[in-house]
Nanobody, 128 residues
Framework: QVQLVESGGGLVQPGGSLRLSCAASGFKLDYYGVGWFRQVPGKEREGVGCIANSDGSTRYADSVKGRFTISRDNTKNTVFLQMNSLKPDDTAVYYC?????????????????????WGQGTQVTVSS
């Protein structure tokens, strides 16, 4: 069964850090670009960033640039989202998704419509 499972969410104080994991099963995640998105109830899903399949190049939304880092561990078939200097505005459900074929080499898409397989999401709450 092809699926993505996010983990690592939780409650953290402002200025704190969390690392989210996106583990794939049923397919090799390193063949695909992977995107991270987040959503707050009543608002549209927002792109956080993505990592390309080939050279691991990354792209980030301006709102998280310099604070969030996306990386891969292909031996674990997992992509990570390291979140530092967290702010209350980062509170959301975070989702990972794998790119819809055909896969573009060296660049990952930032639009949610370019992704086909989605995880169930993990809640991140930043609050004192």
């Amino acid at each position: 069964q092809v699926q993505l499972v996010e983990s690592g969410g939780g409650l953290v104080q402002p200025g704190g850090s969390l690392r989210l994991s996106c583990a794939a099963s049923g397919f090799k995640l390193d063949y695909y670009g992977v995107g991270w998105f987040r959503q707050v109830p009543g608002k549209e899903r927002e792109g956080v960033g993505c990592i390309a399949n080939s050279d691991g190049s990354t792209r980030y939304a301006d709102s998280v640039k310099g604070r969030f880092t996306i990386s891969r561990d292909n031996t674990k078939n997992t992509v990570f989202l390291q979140m530092n200097s967290l702010k209350p505005d980062d509170t959301a459900v975070y989702y990972c998704a794998s790119e819809r074929p055909p896969i573009r080499l060296g660049v990952c898409p930032q639009s949610a419509s370019a992704y086909a397989t989605w995880g169930q999401g993990t809640q991140v709450t930043v609050s004192s």
